[in-house]
């Protein structure tokens, strides 16, 4: 590094009046455009010559570079945090906004299901006891118009037992005519029935 | 070494591409400010912008954007607390100008600005110098604190305060040399080996077999220098921060 720094100050008398000279920019060009294809012996970061270019330029680009951070870059991009920060926390609030609503609908859907299922409870329970009560009337009225077939059919065998029962009488006059017709002799109709009579007395 | 493709050396030269003169001095418009203002340009392209939408979910630009920002911030106030802030624009303009310059450096043809001692120079003092100002600003003798550490025994007072004064003033020059050192080191190392690979290539069909390790050599080396390109931009910041803070709380 020394070597360098050596070459650099040896170049440095030469390169000085070259500058303040009356033709400075002929000179330094020479030297500095010819520098960097044949090096003229000095290591170009160790070139003095260059040295002012490059400052004046570094000031230049830095002080924009520090002023576009300062003025518009570093607020920007800090705005963008901020918006973000505020756009987060306004979407939380909404969100828990949103989800108290979403309880509340939850309540009211519960109480009103429960009340449709008491409801529902309700009508089942009616229709049901309304559809028993109907039951029980058309079974009692089909009852009671059996009950009244049932007397009626056994009064008309009643009937027709007597009616049959008539008959025996009837017929066993008639045969009791006929038998006593056969083995005595003619006798009277009123005198066989009763006869008939007198016995179907004496045996009942 | 005359050779432009494999001289080492070559690729810092300064060129003149404009001539200026002003009151004596040759302030040309050069390669090396042609790069600082293409490194300027990148900066606002992404910076601003990328994050000229302002949305809220930030798009590739923006998260770029965001994510330098973040970084320096949080090395920033890590280092320095919530007081260092206020040099934010300092320390963010020093990180993406230097970042920028290097990762522009590892491009072919592409002038490494940040391998110039002088700018590197330059940007140390602009610390050393705000560090200084500020200290004695915002803390006026008691910033003198910063070169008597407390709790050390009054006999080597003397001996420490002279070691910190030499740390202090040393600060500039490890800043300056350490990110010229690097860049100049790495690029000149890429450019001789890229430079076996030209030679042995010119040497026919043996040489081009050896001009493989050289050529493998050149592609790990290139990866390596990204990263060398990222880390000293980095270790740039993260002591400007520390002597930032040293600034803002001296005495610690």
């Known amino acids: 590094m020394s070597w360098f720094i050596s070459q650099a100050n040896a170049q440095q008398p030469a390169a000085v009046p070259a500058v303040g000279g009356s033709a400075p920019t002929e000179a330094t060009g020479t030297t500095v455009a010819h520098g960097g294809g044949e090096h003229g012996g000095t290591f170009p970061p160790f070139d003095p010559s260059t040295f002012p270019s490059q400052l004046f330029w570094l000031a230049i680009v830095f002080i924009a570079l520090y002023v576009m951070m300062a003025k518009k870059v570093i607020p920007q991009i800090g705005g963008i945090f901020e918006a973000r920060a505020a756009k987060i926390a306004g979407d939380l609030v909404e969100a828990e906004k949103a989800k108290a609503e979403t309880d509340a609908a939850i309540v009211s859907y519960e109480a009103s299901l429960a009340a449709a299922r008491n409801k529902a409870n309700a009508i089942a329970h009616d229709t049901r006891s309304r559809v028993a009560h109907e039951i029980d009337g058309r079974r009692h009225a089909a009852e009671a118009q059996l009950a009244a077939k049932l007397s009626e059919t056994e009064r008309h065998i009643a009937d027709v037992k007597n009616i049959a029962l008539d008959h025996v009488s009837t017929i066993a006059v008639e045969t009791t005519e006929a038998v006593v017709e056969a083995l005595v002799g003619k006798v009277g109709r009123d005198e066989a029935a009763a006869a008939v009579a007198a016995v179907s007395v004496g045996k009942h | ?252």
Request: proline share 4%; net charge neutral.
């Open chain 2, 1 to 252: 070494m005359a050779d432009v493709r494999t001289d080492p050396i070559h690729q810092f030269g300064i060129r003149k591409l404009v001539d200026i003169n002003i009151d004596g001095y040759d302030v040309s418009f050069t390669n090396s400010s042609l790069f600082m203002i293409l490194t300027l340009a990148a900066i606002a392209l992404v910076l601003l912008w990328g994050s000229s939408s302002r949305a809220v979910v930030p798009g590739r630009a923006q998260s770029v954007a965001e994510l330098s920002y973040e970084f320096v911030a949080n090395t920033l106030r890590n280092a320095a607390g919530e007081g260092g802030m206020r040099f934010m624009p300092l320390v963010f303009s020093l990180f993406m100008f230097v970042l920028t310059a290097n990762i522009f450096g590892m491009v072919p043809y592409f002038f490494t600005v940040t391998s110039h001692i002088i700018v590197t120079a330059a940007l140390a003092l602009l610390v050393i110098f705000t560090v200084t100002i500020y200290g004695f600003y915002k803390n006026g003798t008691h910033f003198l604190k910063l070169f008597v550490p407390s709790g050390v025994p009054m006999a080597i007072v003397p001996l420490v305060t002279l070691i910190e004064i030499i740390s202090f003033l040393s600060r500039p020059l490890s800043l300056a040399v350490r990110l010229f050192a690097n860049m100049l080191a790495g690029h000149i190392t890429l450019k001789v080996f890229a430079g076996f690979v030209v030679t042995l290539t010119g040497l026919g069909a043996f040489g081009f077999l050896g001009a493989l390790l050289p050529l493998i050599m050149v592609v790990a080396l290139t990866a390596l220098e990204f990263l060398v390109a990222f880390l000293q931009a980095y270790v740039f910041t993260i002591l400007t921060c520390m002597y930032l803070n040293d600034a803002l709380h001296p005495g610690h």
